[in-house]
């Protein structure tokens, strides 16, 4: 006979905020040393659960086992040791000047944790984009709740099981669920909301963080556009282009193109080009490609299945096109002035299908992308400093990148974030920090100095003292310093 198995009841939302709520009034979190210990503790559950990571990430989407490491694994562990590096220097305040009219005094910025925060987070990129904020969370000094996405549950099934081994479950926790756990999480009143995914959620994680006036990062998506001018190594930038398309995710990536735009005159030897690359990458059937990822789900087959059924978009297709509902994949599909009314064209794609937009002059193509949203990423391929100048100055993008395709993300120096419909608030390297930190700003004066002019009644004559202060009159502020004018006692 087995044994009765215990029953363990789950706490409620609002039990699991006053749990953290309280280990960080106790100030478990602030020291750099606690800070310092959890980081660790992420590296070597890194380093000791490397398998585990990986297997739970195929299970999720299939992933092969070089793009989990490449595009997760390792950039989760980078993102680790480079705050563990930078963490002494990121908490210590920044000193700044004084102004004149609060002589003598010193003043400072002085960066304190948010308090208990909340992270929401997405299926593309189970593991990053779960464990990226939670780092940046974590070294900011903040308790934080982790709320994996249930669309990848073999990867949430991981952090609910690896937190509470390498992590203080005092003030770090992992709740599992979907819509219903995720709303009763939203009811609460967090001090802040980090959230990676679609703009139909980001406003319902807005709308909940609006009634208790809690600040938000929107980490979303948009379509992301690639520029191909004629001028480019056409080997080359098709290399770049498919890994940074297929290659990410199979086109499940929020940074992953989105559509092309070049020239009339061009896009014959692109198409060409393309197809040779993607033949040597996944061979001549690439459903049966290893290094390709699945579909997430059926839904999402069907979503993406739906959109090449349309006879507009059908039509279109130069390359590609085949799908396997039983493994849930779509082989690379390139489709080549596709109508821009079809629904491939006005939404995000977020899956295999690259569509080329043809024009007369590439400059059209920067007209072309700001009459859109703006993306969360632009890339332009060009040996044309002209071009690259005006695509610079003139693309509004959460970030863009020049001959190649999503490189920008790993550079822990860079922001990475939206604008506009792509998101708000940004993280990666240092920016994690700042991301959960409040800048705190504080003036300290002594007993001296005391300016007789500040205090009524007030006379022509402290009006002219003040006026010279705010000027910046050096003679105003001796006379400030002596008293003057003097005061009846």
Known sequence: ????????????????????????????????????????????????????????????????????????????????????????????????????TTFPSTAQIVPEPMGVVLVIS??????????????GAIAAGNAVVLKPSEISPATSS???????????????????????????????????????????????????????????????????????????????????IAVGKWGCNNGQACIAPDYIITTKAFVTELVDSLKRVLERFYGEDPLQSADLSRIVNISHFHRLAKLLDDKKVAEKILLGGQTDMEQLKIAPTVLVDVPLDTELMKGEIFGPM?????????????????????????????????LQQDFVSNVSAGGMLVNDVALHLTNPHLPFGGVG???????????????????????????????NARYPPYTAEKQRIL?????????ALILALLGFPREKR
């Open 467 to 475: 006026r010279g202060l705010i000027k910046g009159s050096f003679f």
């Open 354 to 386: 690259l569509p080329i937009i043809t024009v007369d002059k590439i400059e059209e193509g920067i007209t072309h992308i700001n009459a859109g949203a703006k993306p969360l990423a632009a890339y332009l391929f060009t040996k044309d400093k002209k």
């Open 158 to 240: 991981l952090f609910a099981k690896l937190l509470p081994e390498y992590l203080d479950r005092s003030c770090i926790k992992v709740v599992e669920g979907g819509v219903s756990e995720t709303s009763a999480l939203l009811e609460q009143k967090w001090d802040k909301i980090f959230y990676t995914g679609n703009g139909y959620v980001a406003r319902v994680v807005l709308t909940a963080a609006a009634k208790h006036l809690t600040p938000v990062a929107l980490e979303l998506g948009g379509k992301c556009p690639v520029i191909v001018d004629s001028n480019v190594d056409l080997h080359v930038a098709a290399k770049r």
């Open 421 to 451: 419909d792509s998101g708000t608030g940004s993280y990666h390297g240092k920016f994690s920090f700042d991301c959960f930190t409040h800048r705190k700003a504080v003036l300290i004066r002594g007993f001296g100095g005391e300016a």
């Open 1 to 100: 006979m087995e044994p009765e198995r215990a029953v363990v009841m789950e706490p409620t939302a609002a039990a699991l905020m006053a749990e953290l709520r309280g280990s960080f009034r106790e100030g478990r979190t602030r020291p750099a040393e606690w800070r310092t210990a959890q980081l660790r503790s992420l590296v070597r559950m890194i380093e000791e659960k490397e398998d585990d990571i990986s297997d739970a990430l195929h299970a999720d989407l299939a992933k092969p086992r070089m793009e989990a490491y490449l595009h997760e694994i390792s950039l989760a562990k980078g993102a680790c040791m480079f705050a563990l590096k930078g963490l002494k220097n990121w908490m210590k305040p920044d000193k700044v000047p004084s102004a004149i």
């Open 122 to 135: 997405a299926w593309n990129y189970p593991f990053l984009l779960s464990i990226e904020p939670v780092i």
